[in-house]
């Protein structure tokens, strides 16, 4: 069987991303959601991807990233399954990376199946900072990284879509990719080392 064909889509613009362009400080925005504009970026990434054969998408917990993921490919010509998982979630440096109990985000995503999300998903060992965020160490998350790759080996679809996140894919792919970029992708590219 011939590797699979893997896109790597980050989220819509959130309303996280809006406030911290315009002073680069942290606003306090817990799994901050996309914004109007992000919501039309997912509209044109929809459009672009329509006639690409998509068999399942992957997609984390971040409220963001599974508006984006529902946005493309919910109505989708290919009807790919979408899988939430958390190994590529975002490295947890701000507000916006630290997520939801299951429960609250299965009252707001009712056609995704959440359950099998423990009640803490996201990085939660060591000492808060002063904003009380419990920042991921790079390594962990390249480790993280790591483990994804090798469970995204295993995988049998043809084509797989992949919905996450700056930092991540960044450390993945070598690539910054701007709000809802489609890249294609690899797991022979060589990878973003940590002190990078």
């Excluded at 989220?11 to 925005?29: C, I, K, Q, R, W």
């Excluded at 919910?74 to 190994?87: C, M, N």
Aim: a negative charge; aromatic letters at 6%.
């Amino acid at each position: 069987m011939s590797d699979p064909r893997i896109l790597c889509i980050r989220h819509g613009e959130s309303t996280f991303n809006a406030a911290y362009a315009n002073d680069g400080v942290d606003p306090m925005l817990f799994d901050a959601p996309l914004t109007e504009r992000g919501h039309a970026q997912v509209e044109a990434a929809r459009l672009q991807l329509r006639d690409t054969p998509v068999d399942v998408v992957l997609t984390t917990p971040l409220t963001r990233a599974m508006q984006t993921s529902l946005g493309i490919f919910g109505q989708h010509p290919s009807r790919p399954a979408i899988i939430v998982e958390t190994l590529h979630r975002e490295r947890l440096e701000s507000s916006c990376d630290q997520g939801r109990s299951p429960d609250l985000l299965m009252a707001e995503f009712p056609t995704l199946t959440l359950d099998h999300l423990p009640a803490t998903w996201w990085h939660a060992e060591g000492e808060p900072d002063g904003r009380g965020i419990t920042v991921e160490p790079l390594e962990v998350m390249m480790a993280r990284m790591e483990q994804f790759v090798t469970a995204l080996k295993t995988r049998q679809e043809a084509t797989i879509a992949l919905v996450g996140h700056g930092t991540f894919f960044h450390h993945l792919t070598g690539r910054w990719l701007a709000n809802c970029e489609v890249m294609e992708w690899h797991w022979d590219h060589p990878r973003v080392p940590a002190g990078d």
